[in-house]
Antibody, heavy 117, light 107 residues
């Protein structure tokens, strides 16, 4: 059974940084493109970033480009999102999602990032 | 590509038929997916490539359309179907984009 478990969410001040992690199990992790998608409270879903199977190719939403970095460690079946220069608009529930490759067939339960002074 | 979903809220009773719309600002071919999202739960893929049901998705969920106009139909609403539904395109990216969502609520 596919499992994705996010961690690392926290309350952080504007301008701060945070690193999210996603532990994957139940499938061959390095066969898949992986994504981060966020859900802003009271609003909809927003795709944040993707990384291909070997980590060579990464893509980002314009709203996070230059501030967030997606990475993966296939030996640990883990996905990461390093976030710098956090803004109040980045407050959201962050989901790790498995790509098929550009739809999302399995999602984690999410980790909450709150950016507030 | 901007995806516009309508209506924003659909108020129906169990057993009713639900028809949700997603319109794209330019053609996405058949590269349109639908997701169900309940509070406190992970989103769930329902339909991909306009009309293909994801594994394990009941037959009461169906998708149709191509180009710019798409529909998700729930033939007879079950109590567990009351949720927010999002469409998503993979035709032209980055970015991958979602619609704003349609909330299906109980009448």
């Amino acid at each position: 059974e596919v499992h994705l478990v996010e961690s690392g969410g926290d309350v952080v001040q504007p301008g701060g940084s945070l690193r999210l992690s996603c532990a994957a199990s139940g499938f061959t992790f390095d066969d898949y493109t992986m994504h981060w998608v966020r859900h802003v409270p009271g609003k909809g879903l927003e795709w944040v970033a993707l990384i291909n199977w070997d980590g060579v190719n990464t893509y980002y939403a314009d709203s996070v480009k230059g501030r967030f970095t997606i990475s993966r460690d296939n030996s640990r079946s883990s996905l990461y999102l390093q976030m710098y220069g956090l803004r109040t608009a980045d407050t959201a529930l962050y989901y790790c999602a498995r790509g098929m490759p550009y739809n999302f067939d399995f999602w984690g339960q999410g980790t909450l990032v709150t950016v507030s002074a | 590509i901007v995806l516009t979903q309508s209506p924003a809220t659909l108020t129906l009773s169990p057993g009713d038929r639900a028809t949700l719309s997603c319109r794209a600002s330019q053609s996405v071919g058949s590269y349109l997916a639908w997701y169900q999202h309940k509070p406190g739960q992970a989103p769930r893929l329902l339909i991909y490539d306009a009309f293909n049901r994801a594994p394990g998705i009941p037959a009461r969920f169906s998708g149709s359309g191509s180009g710019t106009d798409f529909t998700l139909t729930i033939s007879s609403l079950e109590p567990e179907d009351f949720a927010v539904y999002y469409c998503q395109q993979r035709s032209d990216w980055p970015p991958l984009t979602f619609g704003g969502g349609t909330k299906v609520e109980i009448k």
